[in-house]
């Protein structure tokens, strides 16, 4: 059983890594690692199955793990963005990489968010263009945001970022729905002070990325 069990999870990391299933969990530069830890499982796998011999308790075990691995193939992991941001901080931390030179129609959805956390005078931006894709993102209390999640690694460290948006009149968007929005930025208050907002022109919804996440 435990050779069976090597097996099934050989095959989620490399059918993961083929289908590229991976990208809605980890970054990119881990792949080839997950694909290499699959191949190398798989062997092990077919070589204990070849072997043969375990206990009753280690086969019940081992039972238990292929069951699992025999889960994730038969019922792939579809991960709620939406869901695992609200359970997230949206801090960023001191260090903020920005480019100050990039045209504001230029400038996804996380480049806004990290210019107008190094500086946030929302009167610095009224007017720029805004060309921006997210997955809509619902806040308590609030509109929903336009959103990204960024990470170092996988979705475990994930870090959930927005912009306030003005919908238009009549729009309701749905949670995780990806659109892309075109607009200008704009000025609102909230809470008795004032915030950047993009006053929505045009929005049409897109499939979710290939790569969603964001470094």
């Known amino acids: 059983m435990r050779g069976l069990a090597l097996a099934l999870w050989g095959a989620v990391l490399l059918g993961s890594s083929l289908s590229g299933r991976l990208e809605l969990l980890l970054r990119g530069v881990f792949h080839p690692l997950v694909g290499f830890s699959g191949v190398l499982l ?3 796998g077919l070589q204990q199955l070849r072997q043969g011999g375990q206990g009753p308790a280690t086969k019940r ?6 069951a699992v691995a025999a889960a994730v193939l038969l019922i792939p992991p579809n991960p709620s963005f939406s869901d695992l941001a609200s359970n997230r901080s949206s801090d960023l931390g001191a260090a903020l990489e920005l480019d100050f030179q990039l045209p504001p129609g230029q400038r996804s959805l ?28 619902p806040q308590a209390g609030d509109r929903p945001q336009l959103g990204r999640l960024l990470v170092r690694c996988c979705l475990a460290d994930a870090t959930p970022i927005g912009l306030p948006v003005r919908w238009p009149q009549g729009y309701q968007p749905r949670p995780d729905q990806w659109l892309a929005l075109e607009g200008r930025m704009g000025v609102e208050r909230s809470h008795g002070a004032p915030r950047s907002v993009v006053l929505v022109e045009r929005l049409r919804p897109i499939p979710r990325p290939a790569r969603p996440l964001e470094p």
């Open 110 to 137: 996380t480049d806004w968010v990290r210019l107008l956390r190094s500086q946030p005078d929302p009167q610095l931006y009224a007017g720029d263009p805004v060309r921006i894709s997210g997955f809509v993102l």
């Open 61 to 66: 075990s081992w039972l238990v793990a292929a």
């Open 42 to 44: 798989l062997a092990l």
